[in-house]
């Protein structure tokens, strides 16, 4: 018969006690994945994670890949065209419905499998629509029924808005089975594929919604399918995501993430050369030189689907005559601008179209020649007398915005135009109605692969410009309503190239100067491609490969 | 002396009030905070809906009323960025903030008075000149500058501290040192030139004559009465503990009151500026009562004639 000992009881007891730890703590050990930390200017701008709510450029680097995902994916690191992503492959079943397959084995943060349910969960009115209904719907055959909000659980009242601007015709979600369902539409649209790739079609898990009291609790920390999950957000402070080892595209190459809010260029730069940040984004070009200096680290980045352009009002009364609109746009040399503000690091696009847009874009298409002579003639044509024409911007709200804004002011003053600049403090006081509104600075992305993305939704008749009365023009109306329904891929390339003509010639609405850009600093011995847009990529291939 | 708080009291509100009604009309009349919060390239309707939900479609002396009447209430009003308390948040931040100021304070106080008494007491030296030459350096030197150039040379040269944010004590050393150098630079020459006042006047001349010994002269004499303007500089410091690091936090990513501002002013998020401008008006109409108390105990004919006119 053995002796217990109390000592032997307590050795015993302790190791019980710590067995279950042994395995976690070898795992952990083995786990020497780094972690990484990245300086940015903002987080986000409206505090919480959810796509909808924050639909802006820095959103889209926190967001995108790390945390949110959709059915039909962007090819990042290439030219974000259309891939498989939650969905391995979708088809038309008629011009208003797309049948998509879901990728099996699919987990959410919370262990989940992503199912169907989940899909029809993200496009529901709980989530998305709340009371609103498709645009152009001509029965009333309501999918759900409109659920009573559950206390604290309400959508903030610009997230149905914003749902219906992305999908304006949505009529309802079909399951078919378990893994694939039926997007299906009140008009035919041929953009649906487009739409499901967009920002802000990103797919959520049901029970994540369910399980977290308030709407603001679920939104500082939403279940989703992307490779690292939330684990602690402070707002206009940090953001700690951390790997997600479940994930269906491979184990993350990265243990954590944190994003730190770092305001001043001058600190963010700091911190990277001292080793307390692996990336500093937001880099103005003019640091690029200063920091490559550091044989240790490097700048890159490039050209992102976001174009800087000059919006005209055609309601101010030296504007109204077309031919001093012209006279602007003949006024600007843009590739000056880019050569001395941007190092050539950006381009001047072909107009307000990008590549991805397949063969809807036009690659003969220009912006306006740079010749003062003609635009010296246009004002002579309009019996332009010098008159003021005031020019509102914001201080450096854009990369390099002070010095285009210096330099497009003495171009537009060299051909005889009598431009007064006028800073102003926000987007309110840029777009205040009134006889001085004139011209301003704006910027228009492309979230989807079509033009519907981008002249249609911000210059159309729904678009900011017509929304706020600066423009309007009938014909433009008519083909945006053509680009939005139409299925005859010809005709909806001849429209879209006769809306090119008319906002960037006939009746300028805007003048593209340049295509935006952005970069990131790193350590150079640090293995990472950066991805043509604000998206940061963190999944496996992607670091240290 | 009732009389006399409840006058100064009186008056405080009234500061409040006016400040109060003063950033109202500013930030709402600069700015819709509903294009600036959801961006430019937001949904024209997102944008209307956003504005209705928050009341910003109404008149403005209607907005005006309704958010004077619920402060009244004590319903500071919540934030138009995530609809979280505007209390809360201020509230989350001080501490932030007050481990920065705080300790700053302390070396303001624990540099800039002896290096102050110090000149004073070697007027003309070279031990007076280097503590002015200090002094006029620290004090002209903006804090983002100063602030920067110790990153430079403590995080980026010698790799001894981080250069920013708020993870460790070891973060906090740059922004303390950058609030506290200033700080002590202003205290310096407050204390320097009150001394010399102080030390010019017949009592410490008659007191000298007499043979006290000089050291009891400065202690006993000079020191109580150069103290008065020191303690007004001191206090309007104190008042500035809550929201008086708004440059530093931002250099240093420092997660405090007075970044939480900067946001909130850009964004014009009405009720967390307001719930800033209210904690800060409170916090120097406190500290300048707690000035008044000291100046009666530092001098007493300002004791005794308060006393009068309180009775």
């Known amino acids: 018969m053995s002796q217990t000992s109390r000592r032997s009881v307590l050795l015993l007891g302790g190791a019980a006690v710590a067995a279950p730890l042994v395995p976690r703590f070898a795992v952990a050990q083995a786990d020497n994945r780094p972690r990484i930390t990245i300086a940015v200017q903002k987080i986000v701008n409206s505090n919480v994670l959810d796509v909808l709510r924050e639909q802006s450029n820095v959103g889209e680097r926190v967001f995108y890949t790390s945390l949110w995902e959709s059915l039909i994916g962007r090819d990042w690191l290439g030219n974000l065209a259309p891939r498989p992503g939650l969905a391995t492959e979708w088809r038309r079943v008629n011009d208003q419905t797309v049948e998509l397959k879901l990728r099996q084995g699919v987990k959410f943060h919370n262990g989940d499998e992503m199912t169907a349910e989940d899909v029809v969960f993200t496009f529901s009115r709980e989530r998305m629509f709340a009371n609103t209904e498709a645009k152009n719907r001509s029965t009333i055959r309501a999918f759900e029924q409109i659920p009573t909000p559950r206390a604290g659980k309400e959508l903030p009242p610009d997230i149905a808005a914003t749902a219906r601007r992305i999908w304006p015709d949505l009529l309802r979600i079909d399951i078919v089975d378990r893994y694939t369902v039926r997007f299906i539409n009140a008009t035919p649209d041929v953009t649906l594929e487009g739409r499901l790739s967009r920002y802000g079609s990103d797919i959520m898990s049901r029970r994540g919604w369910d399980e977290a009291a308030s709407y603001l609790d679920w939104a500082r920390k939403p279940i989703t399918t992307g490779p690292y999950k939330v684990v602690e957000f402070r707002p206009d402070v940090s953001l700690t995501l951390e790997a997600h080892d479940e994930y269906w595209g491979g184990r993350p190459p990265l243990k954590s993430i944190r994003f730190v809010e770092v305001p001043e260029v001058a600190s963010r730069v700091a911190g990277l050369l001292s080793g307390q940040y692996q990336f500093a984004c937001d880099i103005p070009p003019d640091q690029i030189g200063e920091i490559e200096k550091n044989a240790a680290f490097e700048v890159q980045g490039g050209t992102i689907q976001n174009h800087r352009l000059t919006v005209f009002d055609k309601n101010n009364a030296q504007l109204a005559n077309p031919l001093v609109r012209r006279a602007f746009t003949h006024a600007i040399d843009r590739q000056a601008i880019v050569e001395t503000l941007w190092a050539g690091r950006t381009k001047v696009p072909a107009g307000l179209q990008w590549e991805f847009y397949g063969d809807m874009f036009h690659a003969d298409w220009k912006v306006p020649d740079y010749d003062p002579k003609i635009a010296r003639d246009l004002l002579r044509q309009a019996g332009y007398r010098g008159d003021p024409i005031v020019y509102r911007v914001l201080n450096n709200y854009y990369t390099n915005q002070n010095p285009t804004s210096q330099i497009l002011t003495e171009m537009w003053r060299s051909v005889g135009l009598n431009v007064q600049m006028q800073t102003v403090e926000n987007w309110s006081q840029i777009m205040e109605r009134g006889p001085a509104r004139a011209v301003r600075d704006w910027s228009n992305s492309a979230p989807f692969n079509d033009p519907v993305s981008s002249i249609v939704n911000q210059h159309g008749p729904n678009g900011q410009q017509q929304q706020i009365g600066e423009w309007t023009n009938a014909e433009m109306n008519q083909l945006c309503e053509v680009l939005e329904t139409s299925t005859d891929r010809d005709l909806r390339r001849k429209s879209f190239r006769r809306m090119l003509e008319i906002c960037e010639r006939e009746d300028p609405a805007y003048t593209v100067l340049h295509q935006n850009a952005t970069f990131t600093a790193k350590a150079k011995s640090i293995r990472w491609k950066t991805a043509p847009a604000f998206a940061m990529d963190f999944r496996p291939g992607n670091y240290g490969a | ?311």
Not at chain 2, 32 to 47: H, K, T, V, Y
Request: with cysteine; proline share 5%; glycine share 10%.
């Open chain 2, 1 to 311: 002396m009732l009389r006399f708080f409840a006058l100064r009291l009186l008056r405080a509100l009234i500061t409040i009030g006016l400040v109060v009604t003063f950033a109202f009309v500013v930030l709402r009349l600069s700015g819709d905070p509903a294009l600036i919060i959801l961006g430019p390239e937001s949904a024209p309707e997102a944008i209307a809906a956003f504005r209705k939900a928050w009341g910003l479609d109404e008149p403005l002396w209607r907005q005006y009323f309704s958010y004077f009447g619920a402060i009244a209430q004590g319903e500071l009003g919540r934030s138009m960025r995530d609809g979280r308390a505007a209390m809360d948040l201020v509230a989350e931040r001080i501490p932030a903030t007050l481990a920065l100021t705080i300790p700053a304070l302390i070396i303001k106080i624990g540099i800039g008075i002896p290096a102050g008494i110090i000149a004073a007491l070697n007027r003309g030296s070279l031990t007076d000149r280097l503590v002015m030459l200090l002094s006029v350096a620290g004090f002209t030197v903006p804090s983002f500058v100063l602030g920067l150039v110790l990153v430079l040379i403590f995080a980026v040269h010698l790799g001894w501290l981080p250069s920013g944010g708020q993870d460790s004590w070891r973060h906090a050393i740059l922004p303390i040192a950058t609030l506290g150098i200033g700080g002590a630079a202003v205290l310096a020459r407050f204390t320097r030139s009150a001394m010399l006042e102080v030390l010019g006047q017949p009592y410490v001349r008659t007191a000298s004559a007499k043979g006290v010994p000089w050291r009891q002269v400065v202690i006993g004499h000079a020191l109580p009465n150069a103290t008065i303007p020191t303690v007004t500089i001191i206090g309007f410091m104190v008042g500035s503990l809550i929201a008086g690091a708004v440059v530093v936090e931002s250099v240093f990513s420092w997660p405090g009151v007075g970044r939480l501002l900067v946001v909130a002013v850009s964004n014009r998020d009405l009720a967390v500026v307001q719930c800033i401008l209210l904690l800060v008006a409170a916090t120097m109409v406190v500290s300048n009562l707690i000035v008044d108390f000291l100046y009666g105990f530092l001098d007493p004919r300002l004791r005794h004639a308060g006393g009068r006119s309180g009775s």
